[in-house]
C-alpha cells in the first residue's frame, strides 16, 4: 500500500509519544515526508527543534518551510537567535526565502552581514526574487565585492547569466578552414589567427623547462611566463564552458656540483594559480601512473643509506590538471548544444576510467623524446569532447594527439615549432593504418596559415 504523507506525520507524532524512539528512526521518517496538504497541522516538526541532534532539527526546518507559512516567521527567527549549528541556521534562512514574503526582507538584509557566508548565500537566494526593486538590486551589487568567492561567484550568475552568447550551432561548430591543420612555427604567434571561441577542447604537454634540449629558457620565471602567455591565448580561442587538460609534473634539475643540491620545480603547481587567474576554473586533478620500472631511478641512494631526510622516491606520476573555461552556465548547456545523435554516439561506452589514477605505461619514439601513449589522448578526447568537435594540441611533438583525434572523429589543430618534429607529425598521420583518406590534412606554416584565415 503507497503511504501517504500525512500518515508519515501521525506516524511522527505518534513516534514522539514513545520514550524509546531513536534518532535513526526520526531521521528517516522526516527525510520520507514528501509534499504537505496546506492546513496540515505542523507542531510536531516545530516540537523537534528541541533535539539534541542537528541533523533532526535541520529535517524538521525543511519540512516546515514547505508550508510556505509566514505564521511560522517567528519560529524562524527563534531558530536563529537561539541556534549554534549553522547546518540549521542556513535552513532556518532558507525557510524565510521561501517564503517570498516582501516582509522578510529586513530580516533578510540583516543576515546579509552574518559572519557565516552560508547563512548569507540562503538570504541572497531569498532576496533574489526582489531584484526588480531598485533599493534590492542595488544591495546585490554592492555584494559583488564580498570577500567569500562562492558568495560573488553567485552574484555574478544572478546578475549575469541572462546576458547568452552566439547561437546554439555556433557553440558546437567550428570553422572548416580551422579543422585538421598542422602548422610549423611558433605557437605564440599562430595562435593569434585563431579565432574568438572556435576551439572546443586542447589538450597539450608543454616544453619542460631546462630538462631537454628543445627547450631553453633563461629563468625559470621566464618559462612560466611564456607559458601564462600561450594559455592565455588558448582561452580566447577556446568555447565558453570547454576544457583544457594540461599534463605537466614537477622536474628536478640536477645539482651543478656535490657542494650544491639538485633542484625541483613544482610545474603543475605554479602554473594552477596562473591559469586560476585568467579563467580557467579548475575541474580535476587526474594522476598518469607508470610502472616504477620505466621511470628515473633516484631512490637508489636512500636505499643503501636509509637516512631520513634524504628520502627521494621514484616519481612514478604525472598529472593531468583539467579546467574549463569560467562560465555561468553549467555543463548540461554545452551538453544540450548537441544534437540528440551526436550526444548518442559519443557517449563514452563500455569500460572507463571511475578514479582519476589512471595506469598507462609511457611510450618511447625514435624521433621524439617526450611523446604521449595514444591510450592518454584518446581517454582524454573520449571524456572531454564530443565527435565532430575541434582539438588542439598546441605543442604537438610527435602528433599523437592528432592521431588519437582523428582516430576519434574528431578534428584536429596542432602546431609545432621544430621541422624534425613536423615531419614527425607528418610521417604518424600519414600511417596507411590510421587514416582512410589524408587528402583532408593541410600541412601550413605560419605565413601560409594567416593567409588562409585571411589575415593578409
Ligand atoms: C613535451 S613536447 C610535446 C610532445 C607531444 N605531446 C607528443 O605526444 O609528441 C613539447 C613540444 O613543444 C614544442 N614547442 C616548444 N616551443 C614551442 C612553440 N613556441 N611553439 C610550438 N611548439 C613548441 C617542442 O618542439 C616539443 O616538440
Known amino acids: 500500500m503507497i503511504e501517504s504523507r500525512n500518515d508519515v506525520i501521525e506516524q511522527l507524532k505518534k513516534l514522539l509519544t514513545n520514550k524509546m524512539v531513536t534518532d535513526q528512526q526520526l531521521v528517516s521518517l522526516l527525510s520520507r515526508v514528501g509534499y504537505i ?45 537561539s541556534e549554534d549549528s549553522s547546518e540549521v541556521r542556513k535552513e532556518a534562512v532558507s525557510a524565510i526565502g521561501r517564503l517570498r514574503d516582501p516582509r522578510t526582507i529586513d530580516v533578510m538584509k540583516y543576515l546579509l552581514d552574518d559572519k557565516d557566508p552560508e547563512v548569507v548565500l540562503q538570504a541572497l537566494r531569498g532576496l533574489i526574487c526582489f531584484k526588480k526593486r531598485d533599493d534590492i538590486f542595488s544591495i546585490l551589487l554592492s555584494m559583488q565585492s564580498h570577500s567569500n568567492e562562492i558568495i560573488r ?27 585538421n591543420l598542422v602548422i610549423e612555427g611558433d605557437v605564440a ?4 589567427f ?97 610502472p616504477e620500472a620505466s621511470v628515473k631511478n633516484r631512490v637508489a641512494g636512500f636505499d643503501m643509506h636509509r637516512k631520513p631526510l634524504a628520502y627521494k622516491p621514484n616519481p612514478r606520476t604525472e598529472y593531468v590538471m583539467v579546467y574549463r573555461k569560467k562560465t555561468h552556465k553549467l555543463i548540461d548547456w554545452n551538453i544540450r548544444n548537441y544534437p540528440y545523435s551526436t550526444v548518442a554516439k559519443s557517449k ?57 583525434a582523428l582516430s576519434l572523429n574528431r578534428y584536429f589543430i596542432t602546431t609545432e615549432i621544430h621541422s624534425d618534429y613536423v ?32 589575415e593578409k
Open 348 to 404: 563514452v561506452e563500455g569500460e572507463y576510467d571511475t578514479s582519476n589514477v589512471w595506469e598507462i605505461d609511457p611510450v618511447y619514439d625514435r624521433v621524439h623524446s617526450a611523446v604521449f601513449p595514444f591510450l592518454l589522448c584518446e581517454k582524454v578526447i573520449r571524456y572531454y569532447s564530443y565527435m565532430g568537435d575541434l582539438v588542439f594540441d598546441p605543442f604537438g611533438g610527435s602528433g599523437t594527439f592528432a592521431k588519437a
Open 153 to 179: 561567484s553567485f552574484i555574478d550568475k544572478e546578475l549575469n547569466s541572462s546576458k547568452d552568447t552566439g547561437s546554439k550551432s555556433d557553440e558546437v561548430s567550428s570553422p572548416d578552414k580551422l579543422k
Open 423 to 454: 615531419r614527425r607529425i607528418k610521417a604518424n598521420l600519414t600511417q596507411k593504418d590510421i587514416l582512410q583518406d589524408t587528402k583532408d590534412i593541410s600541412f601550413l606554416n605560419t605565413e601560409s596559415f594567416q593567409e588562409r584565415m585571411g
Open 194 to 290: 585563431i579565432p574568438d571561441e572556435s576551439i572546443h577542447l586542447t589538450f597539450t604537454s608543454p616544453p619542460y623547462y631546462n630538462a631537454r634540449d628543445y627547450s631553453i629558457y633563461q629563468s625559470y620565471q621566464e618559462y612560466l611566463g611564456f607559458l601564462e602567455g600561450i594559455f592565455k591565448k588558448i582561452h580566447r580561442v577556446t568555447k565558453e564552458g570547454r576544457f583544457f587538460a594540461l599534463n605537466t609534473s614537477p622536474i628536478i634539475i640536477p645539482r651543478v656540483s656535490r657542494q650544491h643540491s639538485s633542484i625541483r620545480y613544482p610545474i603543475p603547481f605554479d602554473i594552477h594559480p596562473l591559469l586560476v587567474d585568467m579563467g580557467w576554473e579548475f575541474i580535476d586533478d587526474i594522476v598518469w601512473v607508470k
Open 37 to 81: 496538504k496546506p492546513g496540515c497541522d505542523c507542531s510536531v516538526f516545530i516540537n523537534l527543534q528541541a533535539s539534541a541532534n542537528p541533523k533532526i532539527r535541520t529535517l524538521a526546518l525543511k519540512n516546515l518551510a514547505k508550508t510556505a507559512n509566514y505564521n511560522y516567521m517567528s519560529h524562524y527567527m527563534q531558530v536563529l537567535r
Open 189 to 192: 604567434r599562430i595562435l593569434d
